[in-house]
């Protein structure tokens, strides 16, 4: 039989056996973020086609249409259902766009740390000696330091060295590698601990006394076992990086500024803000909001929904 | 004395930190200001670091370590006043969710603790620029205000319009960090109410504010220092997004001036000054670790068997 | 015949389902024993028969969602279900002790055991602090700890284990309760620490007068140590009985088992005996049996209907096989 394939139906298994579709229904708050989120999700991916403007497209700005108000304020145009900013872009399809990338960079980032986190917590766990010495002390020494400020400092100096024009055009992919390789020690400590406890159980010595090799061990038989932490630790960090890579932008070491940010859009409409025209800076806050709140209620509810207490109470 | 090896091997460690951050800052001054390195080595940049000697901004022709001093203050203050606050409310609301989990207060405690760390620092800065300043026009928008000088020290906060101005900053700054630390709190609380020692003073009948006190309150502060120091890096974070915001006068908003502007040996004195002081605050809650904790106190039970005469 | 010190009558525990579609699971299921003043009584059953969790109930310590939903615990005369929580806070402690099992973590690391000694006996005795310390030394010097003005400043981490279990034990004492509750006592401790704190603790109950229920999964232990035996199985008591009838006969095939698999019971070279499966889960039990599925003996009946536990006192056993002798011997 494929190993891959059995093993990984008892994952799946596992899993069902949480119920975990009942439990969300039973809990209204979590079923309401959880098809916002869904539906922000869904918007997200269908920018492209449905957003009434490319932000990204210089053609279709025109500096004349600059600074109006949405559609329930006086003064406003219909084309532009939330307004323009001060270059004349639909306030909209701006949102749109910085939605899609925050989540873009949110997931990817979040993929490269917890790839990166499970793999050494793995390592560490399962090796135990100077694998585990060196990697720990290097997840401690990173922990004492937020990864946000790291990400600021790096960031910075990066932009700094490289001048602005060259920065902004690999800002994208720095910011997912920084996010990204900021935040996998939680991953790595989360899993040590729990590889330490399962190393010890009868099922790990039964594997390898029928001589199964040490990376199949770790992947199929203890990591399975050990997956409902480090999911809710990569939803609460999805938000983590959201939150992140929007501060960034807001000071002007993130995202460019012809490809919209919801942070970015927050920062450059600041300055707006202080004459009245408040829309540039908060309509983007508000989304932002959403987004953020919406992730962190489906992440408190998974926390409690995989809670290993509540593992085995079958009907 | 059975504490001195661990004072020197602290101060070995951070020796060496402080010189591997050094040894980067300079690389990092060659490529931001990469003339003004080629006339400086790095053992001549090391020794002036050991002398004293931060180097010289490119924009303010000021002596670094100057510059950086004068702005210290100011986010000291600001630092300080938010630390307060939170330190204010998040005990007594951590320890009440923990205690009375169930009541409508706490619950509403805990959804706006949940809303909390959903609104970024620079959200809150905003809607509280927009509607006191621009809207209402009650407080300033920037600024620090009139300061009054202490000796070497500037304060904002003998005037009233020194109080005027970190009004905002401070309490944007509480409204994101409060709902982390309510959150730590509480969670450290209840753990440690799940635990033996607190199960087996149940057995004993012991009343449950006796328990709070001697079991939760005591046994959570240890790990309540080390979450909250390991929350330094992120008050540092969200204070420099703070400063930027409110064009408060703090060493956060210079660094970001410096890297905009591209001031090489400013930004590499900011990145070893600040690493200093990052290990001078480990430093302090090792100290407060070590008078909480019986476990490393060993000096305690000595300087008590010397005054009891055994052994 | 005197009352009984503590009467539990047909006790139900279950635990609360988190979800609203998932049953409650039941984990004692009409536990039924008395215990008179002085005697030792031992409880003894494998990991999951509801052991420690009789205990726990017996003073409603529930630490997550199990509750009482059936069945009553009466001790010194008064129903313990019924009583209010600063009522319950009277009776813990100072007339029933604990003792548990892990003596590593149940003192509390910040304190010194005087703090801690102390604190627990202020709470019930209205006495000043010099002479609650009196009491705290004499006490440690009965569960014989060396040295014990010392040890009152030491904390918990500075003890060995066999130190804190005793302190345990001492605290437990302190209160010069009617009954302890030790579960699992010597369980942590190493073998050569076993044998001693263990027959401290018999002989400290039995010249005090405390009568002492004793939790285990060791029957080896019971011997020496009870005056009453009182085996569990899935949640009900399925034999009960004077220790020295209990193991020279026992009437349950599970009792019977758990002698047989006794290493004293082997002879060299022999392979040790098991009882065969295991105990089933929670879910798996119904009316029915809960040892059939592993009985040698089972027959048709036995999966039908669930045995009931004779009336009466002295040595008697819930099986389909005795009262189908007692029918035959009728007949």
């Not at chain 1, 997912?176 to 991953?187: E, I, K, R, T």
């Not at chain 3, 279900?81 to 099992?101: A, S």
């Not at chain 3, 209990?246 to 290493?263: F, R, V």
Request: proline share 5%.
């Amino acid at each position: 039989m494929n190993a891959a394939k059995y093993h990984g139906h008892h994952v799946w298994r596992r899993f069902r056996r949480q119920q975990l579709w009942r439990q969300l229904k039973a809990n209204k708050t979590a079923f309401v973020s959880a098809i916002i989120l869904l539906t922000l999700g869904v918007l997200a991916i269908l920018t492209p086609w449905i957003s009434p403007f490319d932000p990204t497209n210089m053609q279709q700005q025109n500096i004349m249409d600059a600074e109006l108000p949405p559609f329930w304020q006086p003064g406003n145009e219909s084309r532009f259902l939330l307004g323009t900013d001060g270059l004349g872009r639909d306030l909209l399809s701006s949102i749109l766009y910085g939605l899609k990338n925050s989540l873009w960079i949110g997931f990817w980032a979040v993929l490269l740390q917890f790839t990166l986190g499970t793999s050494l917590g793995l390592c560490a766990g399962y090796f135990g000696g100077w694998a585990d010495r060196i990697i720990m002390s290097l997840a401690d020494f990173q922990l004492t330091f937020s990864s946000l400020m790291l990400a600021i400092l790096v960031l910075a100096i990066t932009r700094a060295a490289m001048g602005a024009h060259d920065y902004h055009i690999w800002s994208p992919w720095l910011l997912v590698l920084v996010l990204g390789l900021a935040d996998w020690p939680q991953y790595a400590r989360t899993l040590r601990a729990s590889v330490l406890a399962e190393k010890h159980k009868d099922y790990i010595a039964a594997a390898q006394v029928l001589g199964y090799k040490s990376r199949h061990i770790m992947v199929f038989h203890i990591l399975p076992n050990t997956l409902s932490p480090l999911l809710v630790i990569a939803t609460l960090q999805i938000a983590h990086v959201i939150l992140a890579e929007a501060a960034l932008s807001f000071l002007g070491i993130g995202m460019p500024y012809a490809n919209p940010s919801l942070g970015g859009l927050m920062g450059a409409g600041f300055e707006y803000m202080l004459s009245g025209i408040w829309w540039i800076a908060l309509l983007p806050g508000l989304a932002l909001l959403t987004l953020l709140l919406s992730i962190n209620l489906v992440a408190d509810w998974l926390r409690d929904a995989l809670d290993p207490k509540n593992l085995g109470q079958r009907p | 004395m059975t504490y001195f090896p661990q004072i020197t091997q602290r101060l070995l460690t951070g020796g060496i930190t402080i010189t591997l951050v050094a040894c980067v800052s300079y690389w990092i001054l060659s490529l931001i200001s990469p003339n003004l390195a080629l006339d400086l080595s790095l053992d001549q940049y090391l020794n002036n670091i050991l002398h004293g000697d931060f180097g010289q901004s490119q924009f303010y022709h000021q002596p670094n370590l100057e510059i950086i001093f004068e702005k210290l203050p100011a986010t000291f203050e600001l630092v300080i006043i938010t630390s307060f606050i939170v330190a204010l409310f998040a005990l007594p609301l951590g320890l009440y969710t923990a205690i009375a989990p169930r009541q409508k207060l706490a619950r509403g405690i805990m959804a706006f603790s949940l809303l909390g760390i959903s609104v970024p620092v620079f959200l809150t800065g905003s809607l509280m620029v927009y509607l006191f300043a621009v809207e209402l026009n009650w407080l300033p928008a920037f600024g620090r205000g009139e300061v009054v000088r202490v000796g070497s020290w500037s304060s904002g906060l003998f005037t009233v319009s020194g109080w005027q101005h970190i009004v905002m900053p401070a309490t944007a700054l509480s409204l994101t960090l409060l709902p982390l630390f309510l959150r730590l709190i509480r969670a450290e609380l209840i753990q440690v109410m799940h635990s033996n020692p607190v199960r087996l003073a149940q057995a004993m009948g012991i009343t449950p504010w006796r328990i709070w006190l001697s079991y939760g309150l005591r046994n959570a502060t240890l790990p309540m220092i080390t979450m909250a120091s390991l929350q330094f890096g992120t008050l540092m974070a969200y204070t420099l997004v703070a400063e930027t915001l409110f064009q408060w006068p703090g060493v956060g908003s210079l660094f970001m001036q410096g890297i905009i502007r591209g001031d090489g040996p400013l930004v590499a004195a900011y990145l070893v000054l600040v690493s200093i002081m990052f290990l001078l605050f480990n430093s302090l809650t090792d100290l407060a670790y070590g008078l909480f904790n019986p476990h490393l106190a060993p000096w305690r039970q000595q300087t008590q068997q010397t005054r009891q005469g055994t052994p | 015949m005197t009352s009984p010190l503590l009467k539990v009558t047909n006790l139900h525990v279950n635990f609360i389902s988190r979800w609203p579609h998932e049953p409650n699971i039941d984990v004692l299921r009409g536990v039924s024993f008395d215990l008179y003043r002085g005697e030792r009584v031992a409880l003894v059953g494998e990991s999951g028969a509801g052991k420690s969790l009789l205990a726990t109930s017996i003073i409603q310590l529930f630490d997550s969602s199990a509750r009482i939903h059936e069945g009553q615990v009466e001790f010194e005369g008064q129903q313990l279900t019924q009583l209010k929580p600063k009522q319950l806070r009277q009776v813990r402690g100072r007339r029933i002790g604990m003792v548990f099992q892990d003596p590593m973590t149940n003192l509390n690391p910040s304190l010194t055991l005087e703090q801690q000694l102390l604190e627990c006996i202020l709470s019930h005795r209205n006495i000043g602090r010099a002479e609650a310390r009196l009491v705290a030394l004499h006490k440690l010097r009965q569960v014989h700890i060396p040295a014990p003005e010392a040890r009152l400043q030491q904390y918990p981490h500075q003890l060995s284990a066999g130190q804190r279990q005793r302190a345990t034990i001492a605290m437990a004492l302190a209160l010069e309760p009617a009954l302890i509750i030790a579960d699992e006592p010597t369980s942590a401790l190493d073998v050569t620490m076993q044998a001693e704190v263990m027959s401290l603790l018999t002989h400290l109950c039995h010249s005090n007068g405390v009568a002492l229920l004793l939790i285990t999964h060791d029957l080896s232990l019971v011997a020496h140590a009870s005056d009453r035996c009182l085996i569990m199985y899935a949640g009900q008591i399925v034999e009960q009985g004077p220790t020295s009838a209990l193991i020279n006969d026992a009437q349950h095939p599970y009792t019977q088992g758990l002698i047989k698999a006794l290493p004293q019971m082997s002879s060299p070279g022999q392979t040790l005996f098991q009882i065969p499966g295991q105990m089933p889960a929670a879910q798996e039990l119904g009316n029915h049996c809960s040892f059939a599925q592993r009985c040698e003996f089972a027959h048709d009946a036995c999966w039908q209907q669930a045995p009931n536990m004779p009336k009466g006192i002295g040595h008697r056993a819930s099986c389909h096989l005795l009262t189908a002798a007692e029918a035959g011997a009728e007949i």
